[in-house]
């Protein structure tokens, strides 16, 4: 398995941006399909985002999509979450997700998970 890191949450105004990163350990990085996922309090974890382990397929919820973006650059094992017209109903924490099955919009194909980073958006 691989070990993920998020960092990048924070407070935002609405319509504000920011960038998620997810660094992952190990060399098996390019490996794996990776995932965004988020929980608001007393919601189920959803897929945000997802990215093909060459990064050239994305996908993403239809409620971030035009939104959003992932990415991933293989040569510093890291994940990103660019995230543009921030919403109140985006704050969540925000989970990065490893799996072998590629653009699986299912957290429980997803082995490995960080810990998570808080996303607040103020209205």
């Known amino acids: 398995q691989v070990q993920l890191i998020e960092s990048g949450g924070g407070l935002v105004q609405a319509g504000g941006s920011l960038r998620l990163s997810c660094a992952a350990s190990?060399?098996?990085?390019?490996?794996?399909?990776m995932g965004w996922f988020r929980q608001a309090p007393g919601k189920e974890r959803e897929f945000v985002a997802g990215i093909s382990r060459s990064g050239i397929t994305r996908n993403f919820a239809p409620s971030v999509a035009g939104r959003f973006t992932i990415s991933r650059d293989n040569t510093k094992n890291t994940v990103y979450l660019q995230m543009n017209s921030l919403k109140p109903e985006d704050t969540a924490v925000y989970y990065c997700a490893a799996g072998r099955m590629e653009l699986s919009r299912d957290k429980g194909d997803f082995g490995s998970w960080g810990l998570g980073t808080q996303v607040t958006v103020s209205s």
């Open positions: 190990g060399r098996t990085f390019s490996t794996y399909a």
